[in-house]
C-alpha cells in the first residue's frame, strides 16, 4: 500500500510562483529529486515530459524575444537619424527667426525675401546603397511615416516630440528585451540540468534494482 501511494504522489509543480518583471515564470531548481518526484518508487516519464514542454515554451519565447530585440536594433538607428535631421531643422529655422528679430521691419521684409529664396541641399536615401540630391525648402513642417503606408504632417516642434517619445519607448523596450532574454536562457539552462538530473536519477534506480534482483537469485 505505501509503495502504491507513493507512485501515485504527484510531483510539485514544474514553474515556481517567481516571475520577472515581465511575467515569464522562473524555473526552480531541483536539488532532491526523489523528494520533487514523489519517492523512490515514483515514474518519471510525465515529468521528463513537462520538462520538455516547459523547455519548448521557453524556447518559443526565447525565439520570439530574440527577433524582437533584432527588430529595435534595427529601428532605433534610424529614429536617431530621422530625430537628428528634424532637430537640425528646427534649429536651422529657429536660428532664422532669432535673427530675424533682431533687425528693423524694412530689414526683417529683406531677410523674408532673401530666405524664401534660400534652400538646403542634401542627399536622400533611395535604398541601401543609392542616394540622390534634394534641395529642401526652408518649413516649419515635416512629414513622418508612421508605418503601414501611413504618412502624416507634422510642425517641427511636434515631430521632435514625437520621434523623443518614440526614441525612449524603443530604448526601453530594448532594455527590457534584452533583460527578458539573459532571463530566459537562464531558465533554459536550469531546465536542461534538471532534466539531466531526474533522467540521471531514473537511470540509477533502475540500475540499483537490477543489482538487488541479481543478488536474490
Avoid: C, H
Avoid at 540499483?208 to 541479481?214: G, T
Amino acid at each position: 500500500m505505501a509503495t502504491t501511494e507513493i507512485q501515485k504522489a504527484k510531483p510539485r509543480a514544474i514553474f515556481s510562483d517567481e516571475k520577472n518583471p515581465r511575467g515569464i515564470p522562473k524555473a526552480p531548481f531541483i536539488a532532491d529529486v526523489e523528494e520533487y518526484l514523489g519517492g523512490e518508487d515514483a515514474e518519471v516519464e510525465s515529468t521528463l515530459k513537462a520538462f520538455q514542454d516547459a523547455l519548448a515554451k521557453y524556447r518559443y519565447m526565447d525565439g520570439n524575444l530574440s527577433q524582437r530585440r533584432a527588430s529595435l536594433e534595427d529601428k532605433i538607428p534610424d529614429i536617431k537619424k530621422t530625430l537628428d535631421m528634424v532637430v537640425y531643422l528646427k534649429e536651422r529655422r529657429d536660428g532664422k527667426s532669432k535673427s530675424s528679430d533682431d533687425d528693423d521691419l524694412e530689414d526683417d521684409l529683406e531677410d523674408d525675401d532673401e530666405s524664401a529664396s534660400k534652400t538646403t541641399k542634401t542627399t536622400f536615401e533611395l535604398n541601401d546603397t543609392l542616394y540622390a540630391e534634394a534641395e529642401l525648402e526652408d518649413s516649419d513642417t515635416v512629414y513622418l511615416w508612421l508605418g503601414a503606408n501611413v504618412m502624416l504632417s507634422y510642425s517641427l516642434q511636434s515631430a521632435v516630440q514625437l520621434l523623443e517619445s518614440k526614441l525612449s519607448a524603443a530604448s526601453d523596450n530594448l532594455t527590457s528585451t534584452i533583460e527578458d532574454l539573459e532571463f530566459l536562457r537562464e531558465q533554459i539552462t536550469v531546465m536542461e540540468v534538471n532534466t539531466a538530473r531526474v533522467y540521471n536519477w531514473d537511470v540509477k534506480r533502475r540500475r540499483d534494482k537490477r543489482e538487488v534482483e541479481e543478488r536474490g537469485k
